[in-house]
């Protein structure tokens, strides 16, 4: 489960940017909830997407696991209606429910026919406001949440990753796994759920999402709808200052093939200035697929391995850069070595000028790409929302993009990322 | 949400995003339904390569596709894989272009690109703002006829394949097991073949085999263009005979038909991995859609049906009864594909039991169902969620052009028409309770079945597994 929900992170941070033409209607609910609203009436289709600031960040130690139980379990069974209704019911009218979950936020989306769209709200909102809980599903559910961490804790990526956001946050959430451990699930209650919804469900920290075929009027109606359904809280709740000076170097034997490779170390948040900088940069690093620099020296030169990668993964606290490889057990020390030259070389030197305007090209060029369709628009402005990015960043973003200067990646990149500090984990090492 | 006509056959990847593999999946994981009006033009060249193109004015964008027909289907023993190292070589260069020069051209147009090889198809794609297109048929009609592999770019090349089947199969014990029940219940048919190929004939491949490959598959005669996007059609076609018109043809090889012999008794298989819980994957040869829409229409759609009652969404029958309401297991799901070009196809079962619950205990609840089913039937309420959900996914997938481009794709070099899809939703309508408890009845007996468990082995080997009853 916890490598799921990375790979769905690594997703909306590669999507990231948008159209500049996407014309968004905002407001703000009487009791501090932000609403999206994007019109499109060229197919019969509504979609919807609402996120909470209830992520695995506010798990405590001992009951980790609760934010993500909490999540799992709104979607069975609501106001009374049991879990195999409720499913059957959204079947029944042809809309699908699906739920979301990552270190910040939980999430609820709903894709409906137009023609269905009132029902299918309806049925959203009582699955938003009124969980059942029920006891003995909740049973049921933490032995598969049980069964699921102990099949994973057999698993190289797996155990890698978790590894790796210990090495890197330790005793702060987010070096929690997502999905809690079998000791901390053990221990979750239904209060526990119930408190945990009552305090994190609030309606100051909900965004909600509407894309599609809805005039302005029904938009306005469904999102009071949702958000009066929560409490106004404006807590004083801080996620804790991610606090990390000790790189570690972890080994950790495995039967595998392959060994796993992870390299970095917490670099950055949301809403930092240097963030699109880095991210440009990173994108020749050891973002951009085939022709990163990172996959040209390991695939490309050396046919060392089907997949190495770099990303920077901003959270609300301050998020990972993370390094990734898997390749034979006797190689992972030579790519361990190629990593650390190519990264050392692109912050000493920074990127070529032609490698510079290649990444430009891409991230310009490629801009109608990342907003094709009403489910990309969707999860695309759900992140903008979740994270409160000012409204015109997609006009501008062409633009800041155009602006960068080789000069300001390598400046940082060496501001900024630090190889001395970072953390390595090898699972499957020799 | 339901998964009809699931393209479940793996699919396996060129690109290195972990987030691709997720992409391609979901739309292996897209219903596929009728599209009354799909308004796809089509011409073929007169090398006969065929250029078939769906416009979507929705977004300035156009999904590029050159399909081929061929796939692990048409390897040989002793050269498994070569279908998909060829595939990889595809990104290699060409007479007048380097290894990857086309990557950084596709890249530097802001496009997205990536390849996936099948069992019955090798296909090559790009995303691309519209006006980029001419650098797409650039680049596929120069790749399929000037493509230049060496021996040392395939050196290179075959150690990043052998990476990816550790990766993808040996280190993934699910991946393993299914890897054996491919093997086990398709004994004659290539299909029972990995489409990674096995590690011994990738260990054993030279760039020759490669070549062979690349001269006995890619005549344009043997490939198929799918366009999908804000295009002009007449536009796309001038451009397509410009760039694709004068390659020359040549004859592809006569394929001969393949057949599995029927199955007397049943095959049961154990494999051994790292890993805690137990798990089992179960199966029935069945019939396939016949290639003209219509043969075997009646047990095709009715398994089509089943599979959807069984396992399309949460509130399911295995979902609903053996996790949900008894748990007896943690997962279970089923699978068959209506369409194949190997005219072979399975209908399968996979589950992890819960604690207490053996794999053996697991098989027979699974079979129960079946057999409550082929006893009491289904429900009208069952039959009409299906309809509601492929009815509902036909609206969906518009919202998708790569979607429809992987489904004109996949119909036509599988050897079907992009057209059956038109009366997908009425032959969903026209299966009865009783289509589908004569195919259980005819098709999933005790002599036809297959069963792989996996035997959970402790991570340190000196250590043995201990807690729970294995079932061998």
Known sequence: MHIKIILISILLLLSNFASAALNIQYWKSNNGARIYFIENHDLPIVDINVDFRAGSVMDMK?????????????????????????????????????????????????????????????????????????SQIIKREKKRYIASITQSETMPESIASKAFMKALYGEHPYGLPSSGEVKSIKKINKKDL???????????????VIVGDISRAEAEDLAYKISAGFPENKRDKVIPLVNYNKPQDIKISHPSKQAHLYYGAPIIKRGDPDFLTLYLGNYILGGGGFVSRLTQEIRENRGLAYSVYSYFMPYIEVGPFQIGIQTKKDQVNEAKKIIKKTVSEFIKNGPSPNELKRAKDFMIGGFPLRLDSNKSILAYVSMMAFYKYPLDYLETFTNRIDKITAEEIKSAFQRRVDMSKFSTVIVGSE | MVNYLLLYKL???????????????????????????QNIQEITLKNGMR?????????????????????????????????????????????????????EIVA?????????????????????????????????????????????????????????????????????????FNSLIFRAHPYGRPIVGWMNDLQNMT????????????????????????????????????????????EIAKRKPQFEPIQNGSRRAVLKAPSKLPYIQMGYPTPTLGKDGISNQKEAFALEVLVGILSGTSASRLNQNLVKKTSKAVNVSAGYSMLSRGGQSTFEMYGTPSEKVSVVELEKYLKLELKNIADNGVTDIELKRVITSVIAGKVYQKDSVMGAAMQIGQLETMGY????????????????????????????????????????????????????????
């Open chain 1, 62 to 134: 001992q009951k980790s696991g609760l934010a993500s139980l909490t999540n799992h379990m709104m979607v069975l069974g609501s106001g009374g209606i049991n879990e195999e209704d409720l499913a059957n019911q959204f079947i029944d009218l042809g809309a699908q429910l699906n739920s979301s979950f990552d270190q910040d936020k939980s999430g609820f989306s709903l894709r409906t026919l137009s023609a269905k769209k009132s029902e299918a709200i309806d049925l959203l909102t009582l699955v938003l406001h009124k969980p059942n809980f029920d």
């Open chain 1, 194 to 208: 119930q408190d945990f919804y009552k305090n994190n469900y609030l309606s100051n920290e909900l965004s909600v």
């Open chain 2, 11 to 37: 699919f396996l990847i060129k690109g290195l995003h972990v987030n691709f593999l997720k992409l391609i999946f979901i739309f292996c994981l897209t219903p596929f339904f009728a599209q009354a009006e």
């Open chain 2, 51 to 103: 250029v078939l193109v769906k416009e979507d004015h929705r977004s300035p964008v156009v999904v590029s596709m050159v399909w081929y027909r061929a796939g692990s289907l048409d390897e040989v023993n002793g050269k498994t894989g070569v279908a998909h190292v060829l595939e990889h070589m595809m990104f290699k260069g060409t007479k007048t272009t380097k290894p990857g020069e086309y990557s």
């Open chain 2, 108 to 180: 530097a147009a802001g496009g997205r690109e990536n390849a996936f090889t099948g069992a019955d198809y090798t296909a090559y794609f790009q995303r691309l703002e519209k006006s980029k297109l001419p650098i797409s048929m650039k680049m596929e009609s120069d790749r399929m006829q000037n493509l230049v592999i060496t021996e040392e770019e395939f050196k290179k090349e075959i150690s990043v394949v052998m990476e990816e089947r550790r990766w993808r199969t040996d280190d993934k014990p699910k991946a393993q097991v299914n890897e054996l």
């Open chain 2, 207 to 250: 760039y020759e085999d490669a070549i062979e490959w690349y001269k006995m598959w890619y005549s344009p005669s043997n490939a198929i263009m799918v366009i999908a996007g804000d295009v002009d059609t007449k536009k796309v076609f001038a451009e397509a005979r410009k760039y694709f018109g004068k390659i020359p043809a040549y």
């Open chain 2, 417 to 472: 028409s992009y057209n059956i899809v038109d009366d997908y939703i009425d032959n969903i309508k026209k299966v009865t309770t009783k289509d589908i408890q004569d195919v259980i009845k005819k098709y999933f007996h005790d002599d036809a079945l297959t069963v792989v468990t996996l035997d959970p082995q402790p991570l340190d080997k000196n250590k043995t597994p201990k807690g729970r009853p294995h079932a061998h």
